[in-house]
């Protein structure tokens, strides 16, 4: 089975049930997502970059990184921000204070183990805040704005870079990612402005043609950067793929890694443009 027909067929699979968890009215499957891709996405990150570490102290991370995302989740107040993230740095330093290993390595991995909680743990949480929230923010329709804009601009991408790549074949970070093109990182905005396009004609009317602009352009960006990023650290640690979890995508990181920076700045804009819906 090719990778294109392994990536269509995990999606047709996958779906609905996300769909399925955005339009209920409870909270509980979006919130179960979000907690299938922290803990999934805190042990690729381990896996990845703490290989040598032992069991218990990769296990310690993925727990920590899940109670402080899952806790932001449910009560995103800023003491809870604050407090939270001082444990969870607490409990890095004293697992390796006590199980320090060879000394050498120790700031590596120290940093390497709360870079994890914070990048596949808290840049999620997001997510949920849509679904959790009260309001006219709460309900889920901007979950929806978060992952078109992600999940098209990489669907475009691909097919930009496929097919108009050989004609165009201009890197656009080889050092990074040698496959990735600049007609493909071109087709890639075009898909983040037809998902907000299909937003404002469609689920949220509220939405101005700038709001298009604003929220796409700098999506993409983001999305596009949080891509190499991840593409970066796996090249810095000699793997291909974060996982195997998904046929045709790899692991759960290669999957999100786009969403990851592209969720907080959709929150934020959401958050400072419609506070009151």
């Not at 060879?102 to 940093?111: F, K």
């Not at 469609?202 to 593409?231: R, T």
């Not at 995508?249 to 890694?257: K, P, Q």
Request: net charge positive.
């Amino acid at each position: 089975m090719s990778n294109l027909v392994q990536r269509f067929a995990t999606a047709l699979a996958l779906i609905p049930l996300l769909i399925a968890a955005i339009q209920w009215k409870q909270p509980y499957g979006v919130l179960a997502w979000v907690l299938l891709a922290q803990i999934t996405g805190l042990r690729e990150w381990m896996n990845m970059t703490l290989p040598k570490e032992p069991v218990a102290g990769r296990a310690l991370g993925v727990l920590v990184g899940v109670a402080y995302g899952l806790v932001l989740a449910l009560y995103p107040h800023p003491n809870v921000v604050l407090l939270g993230l001082c444990a969870a740095t607490i409990a890095g330093f004293l697992y390796f204070l006590f199980q320090h290993g060879e000394i050498e390595t120790v700031a590596m991995r120290i940093s390497m183990w709360l870079a994890g909680i914070v990048y596949a743990g808290v840049l999620i949480v997001p997510l949920a805040l849509f679904k959790t929230a009260g309001g006219p923010l709460g309900g889920g329709l901007w979950i929806y704005v978060c992952l078109t804009s992600a999940w098209l601009s990489d669907t475009f991408a691909y097919f930009a870079g496929r097919f108009l790549g050989p004609f165009v074949p201009a890197k656009l970070w080889p050092s990074v990612s040698p496959k990735k093109t600049w007609i493909g990182s071109g087709g890639g905005l075009l898909g983040s402005l037809v998902a907000l396009t299909i937003a404002k004609l469609w689920y949220l009317p509220q939405l101005e043609w700038l709001d298009v602009v604003l929220l796409g352009v700098p999506a993409n960006v983001l999305g596009q950067l949080g891509d190499l990023a991840e593409s970066l650290i796996k090249r810095s640690v000699g793997v291909k793929d974060s996982g195997v979890l998904l046929p045709g995508h790899g692991g759960m990181l290669d999957r999100i890694d786009a969403l990851l920076l592209v969720v907080p700045y959709v929150y934020g804009y959401a958050v400072y443009r419609f506070p009151g819906g």
